[in-house]
């Protein structure tokens, strides 16, 4: 179905591999395309309740291949971003089901931007995260000034900014830029197995835990009050919810299906 990503569901998990290894899985046009199409896909399949993202190779991804950048001449940036860009970024957001970055190796410019973008990031011993927008001369897009600032506090968000610096696996851990570092050599099952236990959780309760954090960024505290109140109303009404309260009184583990 795809030429540039793979896609394999199982046990609960879409799992979405950028797949372009020998360009160290460089976005090009048709990739934006496919994974804002794999996003969809997977909020409509009920089996899936978790995605995770990752890349083939030895790099999660490099940022845009300059060879797909049509003519080699005057780029309408802005158009670029619109056309490219933004709508596969917004489906990240717009996915109310939790989505894991599983980063085995460098995320540099857009794949970085990517990362971010993801609802929790995992990371290898080997990865690596290089903001390297500024070393062309160009501002961080794909999200990447709006998921810096908020993950890691502006003033660190503007020094890896203006300075490009590469950040290790071991410091993106420090600074809260990831949530967790797993050997090497362990990586992909690791990541995988903390996919899994994600889709065995109450989708819809997270779906709407994404949903109210996301709009409470740019709220007030009495907007997202009564967004929390219209949220909890949703989740009241699912069979996880009911399902949850029936487990506990039971003293037993809750089997939740994701409705």
């Known amino acids: 179905m795809y030429e540039t990503i793979l896609c394999e569901v199982s046990e609960g998990v879409a799992v979405v591999t950028l ?9 090009t046009e048709r990739m934006n395309k496919e994974i804002t199409d794999a996003l969809k896909q997977a909020q409509k399949d009920e089996s899936v309740r ?15 291949d300059l060879g797909d950048v049509a003519g080699g001449g005057e780029v309408d940036f802005g158009g670029f971003l619109r056309d490219r ?4 970024i917004l ?7 939790p989505i894991v970055a599983a ?14 973008a993801c609802d929790i990031r995992l990371a290898s011993e080997k990865a690596s995260f290089v903001n390297a927008f500024v070393n062309i001369g160009l501002v961080p897009d794909s999200g990447g000034c709006y998921f810096l600032p908020r993950i890691v506090g ?3 968000a503007l020094e890896l900014a203006m300075t490009g610096e ?4 071991a410091e993106a851990l420090r600074i809260g830029m990831v949530n967790q570092v797993y050997p090497a050599d362990t990586f992909q099952e690791e990541a995988l197995a903390y996919a899994r236990k994600l889709a065995t959780l109450p989708t819809r309760a997270i779906g709407l835990i994404k949903r109210t954090m996301n709009k409470g960024l740019d709220m007030s505290l009495e907007e997202t009050l009564n967004y929390e109140a219209y949220a ?11 399902e949850g309260v029936t487990a506990f009184m039971e003293k037993r583990a809750p089997r939740f299906t994701g409705r």
């Open 19 to 27: 797949n372009r290894p020998d360009k160290f899985n460089a976005f």
């Open 91 to 97: 489906q990240f957001q717009k996915t109310e089901k």
């Open 103 to 116: 980063v085995n190796g460098v995320a540099a410019g857009a794949g970085m931007s990517v990362a971010l």
């Open 232 to 242: 909890q109303g949703i989740a009241g009404s699912t069979e996880d919810h009911k």
């Open 166 to 169: 590469k950040v290790s696996a």
């Open 154 to 156: 502006l003033g660190k």
């Open 50 to 64: 978790c995605i995770l993202l990752t890349g083939a190779g030895r790099a999660f991804n490099a940022g845009q």
């Open 85 to 88: 860009y933004n709508p596969m």
